[in-house]
Structures are given as structure tokens and as C-alpha cells.
């Protein structure tokens, strides 16, 4: 089973299970390893950590989940002001480059993890202020 360094602990919704990982390194199955939203959630190995048991992935939820349409691997992920993590359209990926082009253009220090509802918030405040 490969073995996986998790920056911050995330759940991974499955269709019939969600996993939750704690930070830290860990074995996983290889399609858990692989796994678009998992590779998200990872940074390199350290040199010398063995994975411990209390880094193991743990069920919360045996419930099935609604199955989403399969991402591409070249996704654009948008961190919300909450600290959840939203996964963009294509739809939202144009709109979200045309509201950045705007932002920078009156002056707005963006952050490249806004999501489209930050950035109009921002210019909103810039064009009334």
C-alpha cells in the first residue's frame, strides 16, 4: 500500500463511505492514494516517519453519498473565507479569471484562492468606495 503525507486533515466522500485523515503520514490503498481530492491534501514525504495507527484513515459514515461527475485532473479548487473548500466549474474557472483581470485592473491586491463571490464582493467595495 503506498504511503501518503496529509498536510491538513480533510474527509473524502466516497459513494458508500467517507474517510476522515488526520495530518500526518500514513498507508493508504491506492485508490484512496490517488484519488483527485486526496492528491489535493498531500505534501512530499518526510525523510524518515513511519506511518502510526492513529494516522489512520477512519469511516465516519457507512451512508451513501449522491455519486458527482468525475473532476478532470487540471481543477481549480477555491478556498471559501470559512476554511471549506469548493471545487470550481469550467463556468465558475471563466467568470473567476475575468473577476480577477478586473480586480487587478482597479488596483485590488487579490488572492488567488478567492472564489468568484469574494472577488465580486471586493470590487463591489472598490467601485462604491
Known sequence: MPTINVAKSFK????????EF??????????IASHWYTLLHLVPQ??????????????VADEPHEQSEPVAADVS????????????????VDE????????????????????VKKLREEIAAKSAG
Open 22 to 31: 488526520k495530518a500526518g503520514v500514513q498507508e493508504v490503498e491506492e485508490e
Open 77 to 92: 479548487v477555491t478556498e471559501e473565507p470559512d476554511g471549506s473548500v469548493h471545487v470550481d466549474t469550467p463556468e465558475e
Open 96 to 115: 473567476k479569471a475575468t473577476l480577477q483581470a478586473q480586480a487587478e485592473s482597479l488596483g485590488i491586491a487579490i488572492d488567488r484562492r478567492w472564489g
Open 12 to 19: 473524502l466522500n466516497l459513494r458508500t463511505i467517507t474517510l
Open 46 to 59: 518526510p525523510e524518515v516517519e513511519e506511518p502510526t495507527a492513529e494516522s489512520e484513515p477512519v469511516a
